[in-house]
């Protein structure tokens, strides 16, 4: 009896030690998970953080986000339409001078082009900007920025300085979008150049 005994405490024992094994294993994937997306998605996940009001919630959309992003056919631009997206760029800043609300349109738009180009689907606004987080978390507040101002622009109520403002907001992402170095620097110091006259 006393042997049946020993094995029963011993046999609940091992139970609950692995048992908390199981739970501290849980614990520690889920940390490591939300860890790689803190670091992954950085502002976009604290964002969505607050949004939801819940860890699992916006764990789950982001991890979502990057299953639909992995099913797209999203590849980077070859160098001459690096060149043609480069120049129309600059068509767009100069636009600003004589029409800073068609620039801002124009650049919208040309923002689109590049991920039409890049392999993103077209689709409505909120969309777009789930798609793009995945891979260029860093700007996506740029784009957010950007589109409110534009907006104002189609419905006529920016100033000159929210256009600027959308523009350079427009620009970080743009530059993003093209994802070569070099277009990124050669685009970013012209951009600054050229509105810090405006």
Same mark, same amino acid.
Request: hydrophobic fraction near 40%; proline fraction near 3%; include cysteine.
């Given at each position: 009896?006393?042997?049946? !005994?020993?094995?029963?405490?011993? !046999?609940?024992?091992?139970?609950?030690?692995?048992?908390?094994?199981?739970?501290?294993?849980?614990?520690?994937?889920?940390?490591?998970?939300?860890?790689?997306?803190?670091?992954?998605?950085?502002?976009?996940?604290?964002?969505?953080?607050a949004e939801?009001?819940?860890?699992?919630?916006?764990?789950?959309?982001?991890?979502?986000?990057?299953k639909r992003?992995?099913? !797209?056919?999203?590849?980077?631009?070859?160098?001459a339409q690096?060149?043609?997206?480069?120049?129309?760029?600059?068509?767009?800043?100069? !636009?600003?001078?004589?029409?800073?609300?068609?620039? *801002?349109?124009?650049?919208?738009?040309?923002?689109?082009?590049?991920?039409?180009?890049?392999?993103?689907?077209?689709?409505?606004?909120?969309?777009?900007?789930?798609?793009?987080?995945?891979?260029?978390?860093?700007?996506?507040?740029?784009?957010?920025?950007?589109? @409110?101002?534009?907006? @104002?622009?189609?419905?006529?109520?920016?100033?000159?300085?929210?256009?600027?403002?959308?523009?350079?907001?427009?620009?970080?992402?743009?530059?993003?979008?093209?994802?070569?170095?070099? *277009?990124?620097?050669?685009?970013?110091?012209?951009?600054?150049?050229?509105?810090?006259?405006?």
């Open positions: 009896m006393n042997n049946d !005994l020993t094995a029963l405490i011993l !046999l609940i024992a091992g139970a609950v030690v692995l048992g908390a094994v199981i739970i501290a294993a849980v614990r520690w994937s889920r940390l490591k998970r939300s860890t790689q997306l803190r670091e992954h998605f950085g502002p976009e996940y604290e964002r969505l953080l939801h009001g819940s860890r699992d919630r916006a764990e789950r959309e982001l991890l979502a986000r990057q992003r992995d099913a !797209l056919d999203i590849h980077p631009l070859s160098e690096c060149d043609q997206f480069s120049a129309e760029w600059g068509r767009v800043q100069q !636009l600003f001078v004589d029409d800073p609300n068609g620039a *801002v349109l124009a650049a919208d738009a040309l923002v689109q082009d590049v991920m039409r180009a890049r392999g993103y689907p077209n689709g409505d606004f909120d969309q777009r900007v789930s798609d793009l987080s995945v891979e260029h978390s860093s700007t996506i507040e740029h784009y957010r920025s950007a589109r @409110k101002l534009a907006v @104002k622009s189609e419905h006529g109520t920016a100033e000159t300085e929210d256009l600027r403002k959308a523009l350079v907001h427009f620009r970080a992402l743009f530059s993003d979008l093209l994802q070569t170095e070099a *277009v990124k620097r050669e685009v970013r110091p012209v951009a600054t150049q050229r509105l810090s006259h405006v």
